[in-house]
């Protein structure tokens, strides 16, 4: 079983490809924690991280996933590039596979952009967030944490919290979920979460209590602060009020629930610090299986002839 | 096997058997089983696997699967005994050196094999050998071991 070329998101891929890719960064977990935190098994391959959108996190954890690969890569921003210059996104790619290079992580403000992309360059390419569509490998990571924590994803209830309308987080993970057996509800106001979103077998919940009381996985999502200046919530405060997750508001699960957030967070509006830095929270697991789950997606996307395997196959042995 | 390391070591201190994955796991895992039953001395084992320093890796499709490598605490100063099952191209060797090189400066590194079936495509040498077979380029040794496959045997298959 293969990827394919590109990964531009989880809607289109089977849960088999998706339990492949969990399975793989297993082994990832280790590299990174060894005295020389690198393995040669991308050697000779030329990267580009391609960011038309601020991200500290996950621009970051590509690169150490490359870097832990031993691939060479290059970054490249919005602001400074060409692109300010008005290039287009295909004539700013086609010049870097001008170069010779074999893959491009991309991220930017226009959903299907990394999959406009793909079907238009050789090289493979993989989805680090496009607009409100997907951010596949952050659901990745996500999921991963889960079955760390709870050694199983399948029958488990989690709910997304907070602005699911505009997250394209809360997005791959509701595919990757799904596929993968969980039960998924969402909880909000009413003004962030999407129409007709039930009719996906998704639950909704509009207190945060209830959530709760029904969830094993809280998935708190940030609150875009954007969107109150554009009336979505009529207040910071007012939304820690209905919506926050605090530890008070905890107490009342009857099970050891888990909290996750993925980043930025905004402490004492979506989630209190005490609940963010507390028992409960797996936040920090997150971003370290985010190193070895993007390298396990690279590691599977990158090169690879099958009529070549056969020949190489041959001899017997392990060899 | 076990007896021939104990001698090659002089001794178990600083002996360390690093079993490739995944026969090789096993058979470290008997070796060391039988030195303790001899020696009434533990020897840390490790598991290495060597996938991700392939020399192939770039041409291999769809992606091996990758197994797991743990290894007990810094590799310098100690004698490490690579155990695998099959001596064949001698890669698989070469790619557990580089791993290895990863891990600290070990003062020796020695190879165990059970089989050596000739074929090599490196300048590389078992020191401790369980059975010599004379085997074609075509043929296929699978060594079997009760721990994964229910019962132990070696099979050429021509």
């Not at chain 1, 007709?196 to 959530?211: D, P, S």
């Not at chain 1, 979505?232 to 888990?258: C, D, H, K």
Request: charged content about 25%.
């Amino acid at each position: 079983m293969s990827l394919g070329k590109d990964l531009t998101g989880l809607e289109h891929m089977t849960a088999e490809q998706i339990r492949l890719i969990l399975d793989t960064a297993e082994p990832f977990k280790e590299v990174s924690e060894r005295p020389i935190k690198k393995v040669p098994a991308l050697r000779g391959k030329t990267i580009v991280n391609l960011f038309f959108e601020a991200s500290t996190r996950t621009r970051v954890s590509f690169e150490f996933a490359e870097k832990r690969l031993s691939a060479d890569t290059v970054n490249v921003a919005a602001t400074g590039s060409s692109v300010s210059k008005g290039e287009t996104l295909v004539d700013t790619a086609r010049n870097l596979e001008a170069m010779r290079i074999d893959m491009v992580v991309i991220r930017h403000p226009s959903s299907g952009a990394a999959e406009f992309l793909g079907n238009r360059i050789a090289s493979n390419v993989i989805n680090a967030g496009d607009g409100q569509h997907e951010h596949p490998t952050q659901a990745l990571l996500d999921l991963l944490t889960i079955r760390d924590k709870h050694g199983k994803i399948e029958g488990l209830k989690v709910c997304l919290v907070g602005d699911v309308l505009h997250s394209r987080v809360a997005r791959s993970n509701l595919w990757g979920l799904t596929k993968l057996g969980a039960e998924v509800a969402v909880c909000g106001p009413w003004t962030l979460l999407p129409r007709g979103i039930e009719e996906l077998g998704v639950k909704v919940f509009g207190r945060i209590e209830a959530a709760i009381e029904w969830a094993d996985v809280l998935n708190v999502l940030r609150l875009q602060l954007e969107r109150m200046e554009k009336g979505f919530i009529p207040s910071l405060r007012e939304y820690y009020r209905v919506f926050g997750v605090t530890p008070e508001r905890l107490e009342r699960s009857p099970r050891a629930i888990t909290i996750m957030h993925p980043g930025p967070m905004n402490r004492g509006v979506e989630i209190d610090s005490r609940v963010a830095d507390g028992p409960h929270s797996v936040i920090l697991d997150q971003v370290t299986n985010g190193v070895a789950v993007r390298m396990a997606v690279l590691y599977l996307l990158a090169g690879g002839r099958a009529e070549l395997a056969d020949a190489a196959k041959g001899g017997g042995g392990t060899e | 096997m076990a007896v021939e390391i104990l001698e090659l070591a002089r001794g178990t201190d600083d002996l360390l058997l690093v079993g490739i994955q995944r026969r090789g796991v096993e058979l470290a895992e008997r070796i060391a089983r039988l030195i303790e039953k001899e020696e009434g001395v533990a020897v840390p084992r490790g598991a290495l696997d060597i996938t991700l320093y392939r020399d192939d890796l770039g041409t291999v499709g769809p992606k091996p699967v990758i197994g797991e490598t743990h290894l007990p605490g810094d590799l310098t100063g100690k004698h490490v005994v690579i155990v695998d099952d099959v001596l064949y191209t001698g890669r698989t060797v070469r790619a557990a050196l580089d791993e290895l090189a990863d891990f600290g400066r070990p003062k020796r590194i020695s190879l165990c094999v059970l089989v050596d079936r000739g074929g090599r495509e490196l300048p590389i040498q078992a020191d401790i050998v369980g059975k010599v077979l004379k085997t074609a380029p075509g043929d296929r040794v699978d060594v079997q071991v009760e721990e994964l496959d229910g019962r132990d045997q070696v099979d050429l298959v021509r």
